[in-house]
């Protein structure tokens, strides 16, 4: 009588039991690897990003409530400071920034001095042409401290000097050189948070705030204000060279 063995033979069983083991290590695997993905996914989703690797930033102006955007955040914190528009400003409740010559000698008479912007050359000019050059006869005007720059008929606040008497309204609000730096952080809380010192010539050290001049960041410029003993003393558009 044969008989027949139904069982599989000793290397047969050592196969199923190779593949069955290398199943398990690929499931295994699958396993971890999924894990891990969905441990990534959220871990990104509760922590909050950093403000320094964002590329569109967005954030409030306190001084207008209005949403502004950045394409990143600068190092000097520029898109949190306010901004300051020239459109805003009013030089003794009556000139906007730019105005006539005509209107400067019936606001101001004779300027107490000029001097040709070639004998100082600055670094810019406001009137600055779109091939880079300036009239050669542009000059700037000096009166009761303030400086204004003057091309032809036309003529540009360059620096206000408070202490002269200047005063400018800012949206309705008088700043003159009574105007403490309690007051203008009721203007510009942000920019004050930022308050620094700037030796400046001829005046020694002082305290500077730098507001933007525009609510895109179009500009690359921006409005500094200067305080002398806790007052508001000068303001001054600033242009990089």
């Known amino acids: 009588m044969f008989i027949i063995n139904h069982h599989s033979s000793p290397g047969k069983k050592n196969s199923n039991s190779h593949n069955l083991q290398c199943k398990i ?18 871990s990104n989703n509760s922590k909050p990003s950093d403000p320094k690797q964002t590329g569109y930033i967005k954030n ?40 006539s010559l005509i209107d400067f000698k ?11 912007l070639s004998d100082v050359e600055p670094c810019t000019s406001i009137f600055e042409e779109a091939d880079g050059s300036v009239n050669p ?17 036309k003529v540009a606040i360059d620096e206000i000097n408070f202490d002269g ?29 930022h308050i620094g010192e700037m030796d400046v010539f001829g005046e020694g050290k002082l305290q500077v705030i ?23 003393h000068l303001l001054h558009w600033w242009f990089p060279c």
């Open 25 to 42: 290590l690929e499931l295994t695997i699958t396993c971890l690897i999924v894990t891990c993905l969905v441990f990534t996914s959220c």
């Open 60 to 99: 409030i102006n306190k001084a207008t409530d209005t949403l502004v955007s950045e394409s990143k955040l600068h190092a000097d914190n520029r898109d949190s400071v306010e901004v300051m528009d020239e459109k805003d400003i009013l030089l003794n409740g009556k000139l906007k920034r730019y105005f």
């Open 106 to 116: 019936a606001n101001f008479g004779e300027p107490d001095s000029s001097k040709l």
């Open 137 to 153: 006869q542009a000059k700037y005007l000096y009166k009761n401290g303030s400086r204004f720059e003057n091309s032809g008929n």
């Open 165 to 193: 008497g200047d005063h400018i309204l800012y949206k309705g609000h008088l700043l003159n050189k009574s105007t403490t730096i309690s007051d203008i952080k009721g203007l510009f809380p942000n920019a004050i948070k």
């Open 210 to 232: 730098q507001l933007r001049e525009d609510y895109n960041n179009v500009s690359d410029g921006h409005v500094k204000i200067f305080f002398k003993n806790g007052k508001l």
